[in-house]
């Protein structure tokens, strides 16, 4: 079973920048499909951005051109640079695994604050 510990958020202002991580244990780190998820109070939990084993990206609508998601395989990290940020980008933000036989594992999520 794959653990999850996310780290880097907190309170910024509208228009600042955060940088997630999330480190994998418990299973073979370069095979996995990462992806980082937020919920916010009273909302589905939605997803933000994803990168599968071989590197293929993806972003919801709402924050391309301002997140970037990219991968260590020698760290056993995921990371979530996030530029630009906006109120609406608050929330709690979870990273996901993904293995090979669509075994999905969530970490305990961290709390992301956009407000001045």
């Known amino acids: 079973q794959v653990q999850l510990v996310e780290s880097g958020g907190g309170l910024v202002q509208p228009g600042g920048s955060l940088r997630l991580s999330c480190v994998a244990s418990?299973?073979?780190?370069?095979?996995?499909?990462m992806s980082w998820h937020r919920q916010a109070p009273g909302k589905e939990r939605e997803l933000v951005a994803g990168?599968?084993?071989?590197?293929?990206?993806t972003y919801a609508d709402s924050v391309k051109g301002r997140f970037t998601i990219s991968r260590s395989n020698t760290k056993n990290t995921v990371y979530l640079q996030m530029n630009a940020l906006k109120p609406e980008d608050t929330a709690v933000y979870y990273c996901?695994?993904?293995?090979?036989?669509?075994?999905?594992?969530w970490g305990q999520g961290t709390q992301v604050t956009v407000s001045s």
């Open positions: 990168i599968s084993s071989s590197d293929n990206i």
């Open positions: 996901k695994a993904r293995s090979w036989d669509f075994y999905d594992s």
């Open positions: 418990g299973f073979t780190f370069r095979s996995l499909s």
